[in-house]
Nanobody, 122 residues
């Protein structure tokens, strides 16, 4: 099983980035996929999730209204569109796959990518 994130980088506050997560080695359409992030010196935190069909999404309060997650099951790929970025969004972003429906706990996701760094300057 492999999850590979891309799309991170350095961006000014107020701008946008789109992260991509490509998944291989598992039945992509049978897994909920989530994004987590780990800011410098802090614990990993939930960002968003999307159900296996793509019909349902859920966001943390800190990103609701600014971030949008989507998936393309035909391409085994999920996305995180991040708009109106803030310096406090600076973190390593991880995608994760799991079968516990609608969980915001990292423990519910057995498969993880290596992470991609997003840095938002003020």
């Amino acid at each position: 099983v492999q999850l590979v994130e891309s799309g991170g980088g350095l961006v000014q506050a107020g701008n946008s980035l789109r992260l991509t997560c490509i998944v291989s080695g598992l039945g992509f359409s049978t897994y909920d996929i989530a994004w987590f992030r780990q800011p410098p010196g802090k614990e990993r935190e939930f960002v968003s999730l999307i159900s296996r069909s793509g019909a349902s999404t859920y966001y943390s309060d800190s990103v609701k209204g600014r971030f949008t997650t989507s998936r393309d099951n035909a391409k085994n790929t999920m996305y995180l569109q991040m708009n109106s970025l803030k310096p406090e969004d600076t973190a390593v972003y991880y995608c994760a796959a799991g079968r516990v429906a609608y969980s915001t706990s990292p423990r519910a996701y057995p498969y993880w990518g290596q992470g991609t760094l997003v840095t938002v300057s003020s």
